[in-house]
T-cell receptor, first 112, second 114 residues
Framework: KAGVTQTPRYLIKTRGQQVTLSCSPI?????VSWYQQTPGQGLQFLFE???????NKGNFPGRFSGRQFSNSRSEMNVSTLELGDSALYLC???????????FGPGTRLTVT | EDKVVQSPLSLVVHEGDTVTLNCSYE??????LLWYKQEKKAPTFLFML????IEKKSGRLSSILDKKELFSILNITATQTGDSAVYLCAVEASPGAGSYQLTFGKGTKLSVIP
C-alpha cells in the first residue's frame, strides 16, 4: 500500500506570495491533518479534515486555509507569506477517528 | 491551553546503554498519548497509550502511562546507533464531539555513540 505523498517536496517563495501544498493520503484513509514544524516551535497542529469537512483547527491565523476533496486528497494554502512561515509542512492521514496517523515526507517551504 | 513537556531535550549515550525519556502533559479531555520517532523527515508511530499502568512493548522499546500523575515514559534498552532520532510525545485531547486535536512536545533528541 502506498504511503502518504506530498507535493512539492521543496518550495521557495518570496514574502507576500501565496502557496498551495498538496497531500494524498493512504488509500482508504478519510482523515487528513496538517502540521507545521519549525526548530523553535516544534510540531504544531494546523487543521484536520474528514470527509471534506474541517473538523478541527489549531491556533493559526486565517492566512492558513485548507480543503479536502471527495477522493480525500487535501490541499493547504498560505496567503501573504511571511518569513516566519518558513517551515516543514507535514500531512498525516488516518482511518476515520483513529489517531494512529501516518505522516508524509513533508514539504519544505522557504520564504525569502 | 494544552501543554506537553518532554525531558530531557537532548541526550547522548553509548551503544548498549538504557535510556528513559519523559513526557508530562496538561490537557483538557485527555484521550490518549502517543510516541513517535522522527529520524530525518516524517515521524513514525511507535505507541499509543490510553490506560494507566499498562506497558506497551515493541522489541527493545517500551512505554507506560500514568494518568494520575499525567506523565509517560519511553524506555529504550540496549541502545543502537539506529535509535538516534528525535522522539516526540503527543497527547490527543477531545475538544468537542467527533473531533480531536494532537498537541506535540518539543521532542527529545537522542544520539547513540558507537
Amino acid at each position: 500500500k502506498a504511503g502518504v505523498t506530498q507535493t512539492p517536496r521543496y518550495l521557495i517563495k518570496t514574502r507576500g506570495q501565496q502557496v498551495t501544498l498538496s497531500c494524498s493520503p493512504i488509500s482508504g484513509h478519510r482523515s487528513v491533518s496538517w502540521y507545521q514544524q519549525t526548530p523553535g516551535q516544534g510540531l504544531q497542529f494546523l487543521f484536520e479534515y474528514f470527509s471534506e469537512t474541517q473538523r478541527n483547527k489549531g491556533n493559526f491565523p486565517g492566512r492558513f486555509s485548507g480543503r479536502q476533496f471527495s477522493n480525500s486528497r487535501s490541499e493547504m494554502n498560505v496567503s501573504t507569506l511571511e518569513l516566519g512561515d518558513s517551515a516543514l509542512y507535514l500531512c498525516a492521514s488516518s482511518l476515520g477517528l483513529r489517531v494512529e496517523q501516518y505522516f508524509g515526507p513533508g514539504t519544505r517551504l522557504t520564504v525569502t | 491551553e494544552d501543554k506537553v513537556v518532554q525531558s530531557p531535550l537532548s541526550l547522548v549515550v553509548h551503544e548498549g546503554d538504557t535510556v528513559t525519556l519523559n513526557c508530562s502533559y496538561e490537557v483538557t479531555n485527555f484521550r490518549s498519548l502517543l510516541w513517535y520517532k522522527q529520524e530525518k523527515k516524517a515521524p513514525t508511530f511507535l505507541f499509543m497509550l490510553t490506560s494507566s499502568g499498562i506497558e506497551k512493548k515493541s522489541g527493545r522499546l517500551s512505554s507506560i502511562l500514568d494518568k494520575k500523575e499525567l506523565f509517560s515514559i519511553l524506555n529504550i534498552t540496549a541502545t543502537q546507533t539506529g535509535d538516534s532520532a528525535v522522539y516526540l510525545c503527543a497527547v490527543e485531547a477531545s475538544p468537542g464531539a467527533g473531533s480531536y486535536q494532537l498537541t506535540f512536545g518539543k521532542g527529545t533528541k537522542l544520539s547513540v555513540i558507537p
